[in-house]
């Protein structure tokens, strides 16, 4: 099983990125995934939350408004819209989910998200 952030990059304040998360060697259709991100000399924090078919998400206080998450199952991918990026949401962005036989905690090794002010 694994996870490939992809769509990561360079971008001025205020304006957008779009991450996407694939998945392969499992389903990701009936578990809820998630995106988390760790700045420089911070811990890793949650960013977002969807489950399994895509009709309920969870923002942490920081993105809420600014940030999308949302999936394609039949692509077996997860996607994350950043608008309105600010320099401090400059990191490294992870996605993860509980995938497999048997199931465990996957990450994926994540995109650089760089904004500059």
């Known amino acids: 099983v694994q996870l490939v952030e992809s769509g990561g990059g360079l971008v001025q304040a205020g304006g957008s990125l779009r991450l996407s998360c694939a998945a392969s060697?499992?389903?990701?259709?009936?578990?809820?995934m998630h995106w988390y991100r760790q700045a420089p000399g911070k811990q890793r924090e949650w960013v977002a939350t969807i489950n399994s078919g895509g009709s309920s998400t969870n923002y942490a206080d920081s993105v809420k408004g600014r940030f999308t998450i949302s999936r394609d199952n039949a692509k077996n991918t997860m996607y994350l819209q950043m608008n309105s990026l600010k320099p401090e949401d400059t990191a490294v962005y992870y996605c993860?989910?509980?995938?497999?036989?048997?199931?465990?905690?996957?990450w994926g090794r994540g995109t650089q998200v760089t904004v500059s002010s």
């Open positions: 060697g499992s389903s990701i259709s009936v578990n809820a």
């Open positions: 993860s989910a509980w995938l497999g036989s048997p199931v465990r905690l996957y």
